[in-house]
């Protein structure tokens, strides 16, 4: 559903210079926020601002922030691993910049990593944080053969290329349950599987790649997250099952002591892709509900 979206002026924004330079986007005017209503900070990891476009359109109440995250979209490429705490640094520069105070923030998957990368070094900068589905191996009960994956993934990479790397990452990731002990025993996938070529280019520029295995080693700060109250939301598709992020999202939210919160849709539940529909209206709805 993308009924009823909003259609305002969105300007566009650089902040730093060089490799450090970050785009942003303002979806419409800063001077309309107020202390009940921030800026709405909206983020994943390595999706761009691109995927943002309708769960920006359904937010009426307040202007909306998206971003690229480093290495994607329409920043500088690079081939260095990239950490939640430099992510964390990108993210405080971009609020800092839009001197609106204290945002709400909502961060899928990598970005909702980085977002409690973000709270450990700037707490002040978000009021309401809602983490969704980050996939953090910390608390799993297969986290081993998780990072053993990760890691077997990050190999496949160096040595091979792209398609390789990302043939081993799609079965991955959809995995619904536990990960097997036995899970790297089974043959590599084709990539033309999926419609990937298994010819290395050369290039190690793929921001997802570059993002491990920092992004699903991150071990969370329990104590300073159970201070923050309800002012944390821990979310989860209600469409996503077994997956590892969901799982993340479950077992850092037990950690923490929190319920979490059940969003409608899948791990992209906020986009509308092609034979992978989710629901961006119904989405926003539910996180209106849990900032208000």
């Known amino acids: 559903?993308?009924?009823?979206?909003?259609?305002?002026?969105?300007?566009?924004?650089?902040?730093?210079e060089g490799e450090d330079?970050?785009?942003?986007?303002?979806?419409?005017?800063?001077?309309t926020a107020s202390p009940d209503r921030p800026p709405l900070f909206l983020f994943a990891g390595p999706m761009d601002?691109?995927?943002?476009?309708?769960?920006?359109?359904?937010?009426?109440?307040?202007?909306?922030?998206?971003?690229d995250p480093r290495?994607?979209?329409?920043?500088?490429?690079?081939?260095?691993?990239?950490?939640?705490?430099?992510?964390?640094?990108?993210?405080?520069?971009?609020?800092?910049?839009?001197?609106?105070?204290?945002?709400?923030?909502?961060?899928?998957?990598?970005?909702?990593?980085?977002?409690?990368?973000?709270?450990?070094?700037?707490p002040d900068d978000v009021r309401i944080a809602?983490?969704?589905?980050?996939?953090?191996?910390?608390?799993?009960?297969?986290?081993?053969?998780?990072?053993?994956?990760?890691?077997d993934m990050k190999r496949t990479y160096a040595e091979q290329g792209d398609g390789a790397a990302m043939a081993k990452f799609i079965p991955f990731v959809m995995l619904d349950g536990?990960?097997?002990?036995?899970?790297?025993?089974?043959?590599?996938p084709d990539p033309a599987m999926f419609g990937m070529s298994p010819q290395d280019d050369g290039t190690r520029t793929n921001p997802l790649l570059r993002?491990?295995?920092?992004?699903?080693?991150?071990?969370?700060?329990?104590?300073?997250?159970?201070?923050?109250?309800?002012?944390?939301?821990?979310?989860?598709?209600i469409e996503s099952g077994g997956t590892m992020a969901a799982r993340g999202a479950r077992t850092a939210a037990a950690a923490i002591g929190v319920p979490v919160a059940d969003f409608p849709s899948h791990h992209a539940g906020f986009t509308d892709q092609p034979g992978f529909p989710g629901d961006p209206a119904g989405f926003a709805v539910r996180l209106r509900e849990v900032l208000d």
């Open 211 to 237: 993002n491990m295995p920092a992004i699903i080693e991150y071990r969370i700060d329990v104590g300073a997250l159970r201070a923050r109250g309800d002012r944390l939301v821990i979310a989860a598709g």
């Open 49 to 67: 601002a691109t995927g943002f476009e309708l769960l920006a359109g359904q937010i009426d109440d307040r202007p909306v922030v998206t971003y």
């Open 71 to 122: 290495g994607a979209g329409r920043n500088p490429v690079g081939t260095a691993d990239i950490s939640p705490e430099q992510h964390a640094d990108d993210l405080h520069r971009v609020i800092e910049a839009l001197g609106a105070g204290p945002v709400d923030a909502f961060g899928s998957s990598g970005g909702a990593v980085n977002l409690l990368a973000l709270l450990a070094a700037h």
């Open 178 to 188: 536990q990960v097997p002990d036995d899970y790297l025993d089974q043959p590599a």
């Open 21 to 31: 330079a970050i785009a942003y986007d303002v979806h419409g005017d800063l001077a």
């Open 130 to 151: 809602v983490v969704h589905e980050p996939p953090l191996a910390e608390h799993l009960p297969d986290r081993d053969a998780v990072l053993a994956v990760v890691a």
């Open 1 to 16: 559903m993308t009924e009823n979206t909003v259609e305002r002026t969105v300007t566009t924004h650089v902040v730093g």
